[in-house]
């Protein structure tokens, strides 16, 4: 089993193309079930859909949430299909594995307000202040992933222009950026970056204080820090903002076909649950403006 992961594994990269994060759930769902196969001593060609059945009640029991056990099935069916397509198995035992329901979380997204006081708290006067306020603006802007943002080089931006482009998984898409997050990232560029970056060749647009691109976990650190500053209670992270800004969007008139570009939905109905929100506003709005409401 060992020598067809390293096959798949090698598929996914070079020929699917598929984002390091997601790459690492594989191999960490792929570990797990063939870690459960050599202690029941089956091999993997013999894995059927009662095993399937078993590992999965397995999984169950061990607490593990259903969001988790669907992206192990899919992990598991992938690499059945590709070994069914290279004839080393004859029958995917996935194919009539049902996944557990998910109920549909409501995306966690911050008030105008709470946006405001948020933005509000990276004070400009120094390089590191002027970069997080580029930052926070930039991300709540352009709605775009963390993984997006930290990878972006500093020709991504068009300055002149009020766009960023963003490259992901092949696919570009351009984001325009207000005149607030415009002003930031221009500050920060010429005033911040220059003096931050320690070599000519550094391409990325966001740097630490060690003048390297930024990371996941430094840009989430810089989001904690400055919600426990703006004191607010809600947990914030990267994904908030992106939530916030389409959510924001929505309830201001924008096109939800032009958000789902923004945000580079594939399928409409991922753009389609930030309507709950738009619903909620129109119901306030007619309790109070409908004399019978």
Known sequence: MEKQLTLFFEFLENEKKLSNNTLQSYRRDLKQFRQYLEYREIHYNKVDEKIMK????????????????????????????????KGKVKKDPTEHIQSPKIEKRVPSVLTAKEVELLLEQPKDVDLKGKRDKAMLEFAYATGMRVTEIISLNVDDINLEEGFVTC???GKQRNIPLGKIALKAVKEYIEEARDILIKSEDEEALFVNINGKRLTRQGFWKIIKYYKEQAHISKDITPHVL???????????GADLKAIQVMLGHSDISSTQVYMQFQDEEIKNAYKKAHPRA
């Open 54 to 85: 078993e590992y999965i009640k397995d999984l169950e029991e061990e607490g593990k949430k259903p969001s988790s056990i669907s992206r192990c099935i899919a992990s598991i069916r992938s690499f059945y299909q590709f070994a069914v397509r």
């Open 167 to 169: 490259r992901n998984a």
């Open 242 to 252: 992106r939530h916030s800004f389409a959510t924001h969007l929505l309830q201001n």
